[in-house]
């Protein structure tokens, strides 16, 4: 299966959203297609032997929609040089119109730049510096000032279409309003000009209205245009609805207006004009709050986008050279100096330096780099001159990875979101109907009414609001994960972030997650008096091969002493045992308790020193030579800082904590006794973490797995939510629902709490939106009148519902606010 991200744009409400769901999912091949109405994306998974991406692309197209497809077209702004008039301008353009892969070009000769869009995949951009070089004029290097954000740019542009749209409404439709207002108010005499007094001049009077509502129907075509063509598909929209009630209200006074030129001057009573125009504007509006709010709520991301540097500076041809940072490929040879951030990722091939990985990581302080060492894009150089080799560069580099992962959790759906998701399916339709009986049944209810009944068709069409049920969700998930990025927490979809919240049991490993997992050599024990530094000598050489944190502890405990290490002739490892070794023409087991029962090795000479050992915290790794005990060397691993605190944090949460280990029940109990856990699963071998998680699952335990992502992947898998704690560059991305981009325990009781927050606040979103138009339509249908109540007039129906919306994005916005869990000092 393959996934890709598609951006659409032509979508109005809920009802849009669901519409594309439906029609992508129809087609032969599709296995997942979602799609998140406030970041305006579709993410499919699909079988690419059965199905194409143009044919997705064709099948959204027909209904309506514009389909991006973010892989297609890169734009690029390029300063140029040597131009003196519009003939230089336009030879430019042909030069580069030429190339394969062009999609657009323009010159501006004011700003001496060129704007292109062009397909990676056909043509470099380093191809088109040469064209503009052929030509005879002079391509200038790209400053990351003049890089165009193409999505931010087109945003903006729309928020500003909005705005220009809202107050060209709002300057005819006030006018408007006080005109049909100011005659009706009695208690306060308002300025009016006698020539367009209704009761005299009914016809002019009316004429005015019908010439102030064209400019504000005109602004607000669109509303027409698609609700009308998804009311053609039987699809209708939240545009359908505005464009229905407003159009009626139109038509009826057009239809009025024809009464007062035909002699029956009583129709001025009956024009709806100024409810047309008001709520077009209201609408407007509303929507223009919408724009900004939506694009606030993927903020997070585009930090993220931002991070990178726009150039690099390789070594070519003996010289450095600074290029764009598309044009790098693998095996290039990169500098970084001083202040200046690290483009792609690599390997230090000369130089030493602190880098600063803050921005990837959250780890405060920097960390030193030397030759052979890993460095990531977007990170920053603080110190002195490296030099790296690329090895990862675009979508494969580890800050791509994250943004990736992050785009992937705000384009997947809670499951918090189903009711939502079908209610916004049918929506539409049940209003209309509801609109269309309310009207039909207050017109026979009130004799014959047309002007009572159509007030309340258009008051029910226009307070229906599926945009609040579309965005209750996403821009709240999008929010949280964003925050939760900028926390170091990435969390993978939208089902983890559910789930999350409702752990009520948390299992840490012990080693490398609640200890920093670099153990050390605490004591050396021997039993009938075997020289200590022979013993050590004889572990060491037999750990020499192992791989385990505890034989590279003994190792390097040896190397420090000076100790001789000897060549093994034979080496096994043992999984969850020890391991098993020929040095010297010695056979050497080191190993635990298990390993030692299983090979009949009695353990009573040293009995007494091993449970002190283990009641202190550390880890006896019993040695036996030629079969016989020859002594423990015991290992001690220190504890994290943040570990007591996240624990306690966790307790405050009224979360139970268990810790998983391979130790002794001895040696477990006691560190679980330091950083207070509350349940002990000790002597388990790596094979068995994933069952131990499933025998608290069967407890009705919601649980959660804290592990390092590797030797933990079967249980950070089995477990409701699966946390991998590390740098982010481990394949622990693939195993963890959440990744803890720090070591810092602190996270964890962050994540959880993150979680809480978010899904409160879907909660909130979804009780508005669900609240707003359970109580909001049945008002607007006459529900408080049948019972001698208000009539609710369509004006203040229509900025109820522009407001719905905005409230909706303000409260996900709230989450902004979100505060990382901290250490108590």
């Known amino acids: 299966m393959e996934s890709n991200v598609l951006s659409i744009r032509g979508m109005t409400c809920a009802a849009c959203a669901q519409r594309i769901e439906r029609t992508v999912r129809k087609l032969a091949g599709i296995g997942e297609a979602n799609v998140n109405l406030a970041s305006e994306k579709l993410f499919v998974k699909y079988d690419a032997t059965a199905l194409k991406l143009h044919t997705i692309k064709e099948a959204v197209s027909k209904i309506g929609y514009e389909v991006v497809d973010k892989t297609d077209c890169q734009s690029a702004t390029i300063p140029i040089g040597g131009m003196t008039c519009a003939a230089c301008a336009q030879r430019i353009e042909r030069a580069i119109r030429k190339l394969d892969g062009i999609e657009s070009v323009s010159v501006n000769l004011a700003t001496e730049k060129a704007t292109v869009t062009y397909k990676p995949s056909e043509v470099r951009l380093s191809a088109i510096r040469e064209a503009i070089e052929k030509a005879g004029y002079k391509a200038l290097e790209i400053n990351s000032a003049d890089a165009v954000d193409e999505d931010r740019a087109r945003k903006q542009r729309e928020i500003k279409t909005l705005w220009t749209k809202f107050i060209i409404a709002a300057v005819f439709s006030l006018p408007l309003l006080y005109i049909a207002m100011a005659p009706m108010i009695k208690v306060v005499r308002l300025p009016f000009p006698a020539a367009l007094d209704p009761m005299q001049y009914s016809l002019v009077y009316a004429l005015v209205e019908l010439l102030l509502v064209l400019p504000v129907i005109g602004v607000g075509y669109r509303f027409y245009t698609v609700g009308f063509k998804a009311l053609i598909q039987r699809s209708p929209n939240m545009d359908s609805l505005i464009a229905i009630g407003t159009t009626a209200a139109v038509l009826y006074s057009i239809y009025n207006t024809f009464q007062i030129a035909s002699g029956n001057f009583l129709a001025v009573e009956s024009l709806y004009f100024e409810s047309a125009g008001v709520i077009i504007t209201l609408i407007l509006l509303g929507k223009s709050l919408e724009a900004v709010s939506k694009g606030r709520t993927s903020e997070a991301i585009k930090k993220l986008m931002g991070l990178a540097p726009k150039t690099a500076i390789v070594l070519q041809d003996g010289g450095e050279k600074e290029i764009p940072i598309e044009e790098v490929e693998i095996g290039d040879i990169i500098v970084v100096k001083p202040g200046a951030k690290i483009p792609v990722d690599g390997t230090v091939t000369d130089g030493h330096t602190a880098i600063d990985e803050s921005m990837l990581t959250g780890e405060s302080m920097p960390v030193d780099k030397k030759t052979g060492d890993a460095v990531y894009a977007a990170s920053l150089n603080t110190t002195g001159v490296v030099q790296f080799r690329a090895e990862k560069i675009g979508s494969d580099t580890v800050l791509s990875q994250i943004i990736k992962l992050v785009e992937d959790a705000q384009g997947s759906k809670a499951p918090i979101a189903a009711m939502a998701d079908k209610v916004s399916g049918v929506f539409v339709p049940v209003v209309c109907a509801i609109a269309l009986l309310a009207g039909i049944a207050w017109f026979i209810g009130t004799g014959g009414d047309l002007r009572f009944a159509l007030t309340i068709f258009i008051s029910v069409l226009v307070i229906a609001c599926p945009c609040a049920l579309g965005l209750a969700t996403p821009t709240a998930i999008m929010v949280g994960t964003g925050k939760g ?340 000092a």
């Open 485 to 824: 990025a900028e926390n170091g927490i990435l969390i993978k979809g939208g089902e983890a972030l559910e789930t999350a919240h409702k752990i009520n049991t948390i299992v840490f490993d012990k080693t490398g997650t609640i200890t920093e997992g670099k153990p050390a050599v605490t004591d050396v024990l021997t039993a009938d008096g075997t020289d200590a530094d022979r013993l050590l000598q004889l572990t060491a050489s037999a750990e020499n091969g192992s791989e385990h944190p505890l034989g590279q502890a003994i190792v390097a405990g040896a190397r420090a002493k000076g100790v001789e290490l000897l060549k093994a002739d034979s080496f096994d490892s043992i999984t969850g045992r020890g391991i098993e070794a020929r040095i010297d023409g010695h056979s050497v087991l080191a190993g635990n308790r298990k390993l030692m029962t299983e090979r009949e090795i009695s353990l009573a000479a040293l009995e007494e020193e091993s449970d002190k050992l283990a009641s202190d915290g550390k880890t006896p790794m019993y040695i036996a030579v030629d079969g016989d005990l020859a002594g423990i060397v015991a290992v001690a691993d220190t504890m994290k800082p943040s570990s007591q605190a996240a624990i306690e944090s966790l307790h405050q949460m009224g979360i139970e904590v268990a810790m998983i280990t391979g130790d002794n029940k001895k040696t477990a109990a006691s560190i679980a006794a330091q950083v207070g856990i509350d349940k002990v699963l000790a002597e388990v071998l790596p094979q068995d973490k994933s069952n131990e998680v499933k025998n608290l699952q069967t407890e009705g335990r919601k649980v959660a797995m804290v592990g390092d992502g590797i030797n933990d992947a079967p249980a950070l898998a089995v477990a409701d939510i699966g946390i991998a704690i590390g740098s982010g560059t481990d394949v622990a991305m693939e195993s963890a629902d959440i990744v803890l981009m720090r070591s810092d325990l602190m996270d964890v009781p962050t994540a959880i709490n993150l979680s809480k927050q978010t899904i409160r606040n879907i909660k909130q979103n979804l009780f508005w939106a669900f609240g707003y138009n359970v109580i909001g339509i049945p008002i607007a249908a006459g529900v408080l009148h049948l019972f001698g109540g208000p009539l609710l007039n369509p004006i203040f129906a229509a900025a109820a519902m522009s407001l719905s919306s905005v409230s909706v994005l303000t409260n996900a916005l709230r989450l902004k606010r979100f505060k990382a869990t901290t250490r108590k």
